[in-house]
């Protein structure tokens, strides 16, 4: 049974930083792309940051290019995403997602797993 489990989320200040985890099981990991998609509340869930499977190529969103880094360790079967310069407008629940494919895809409907999300609350 494939899990996806995200870690790390909380309330933090504007201009702070956060950063997410995402564990892994049940999955040939080292195989699948890696997503992080954010959906705030009366909103669509969104792309935000994408790493293929063997962490050469990373995407970003245009709202957080610049603020948030993805990275992975195949080893431990874990993705990251670093936020930092965080604002109000990133208030969000976070997933992270796989996708069995080589590049990450900005399509919800491209990823096979999902996490159940964690909670990121900026203040201002």
């Known amino acids: 049974q494939v899990q996806l489990v995200e870690s790390g989320g909380g309330l933090v200040q504007a201009g702070g930083s956060l950063r997410l985890s995402c564990a892994a099981t049940?999955?040939?990991?080292?195989?699948?792309?890696m997503g992080w998609f954010r959906q705030a509340p009366g909103k669509e869930r969104e792309f935000i940051s994408g790493?293929?499977?063997?962490?050469?190529?990373?995407y970003y969103a245009d709202s957080v290019k610049g603020r948030f880094t993805i990275s992975r360790d195949n080893a431990k079967n874990t993705v990251d995403l670093q936020m930092n310069s965080l604002k109000p407008d990133d208030t969000a629940v976070y997933y992270c997602?796989?996708?069995?494919?080589?590049?990450?895809?900005?399509?919800?409907?491209?990823?096979?797993?999902w996490g159940q999300g964690t909670q990121v609350t900026v203040s201002s």
């Open positions: 997602a796989a996708a069995s494919k080589y590049s990450p895809s900005w399509l919800r409907l491209e990823y096979d797993y």
């Open positions: 790493i293929s499977w063997n962490e050469l190529n990373t």
């Open positions: 049940g999955l040939t990991f080292s195989r699948y792309a």
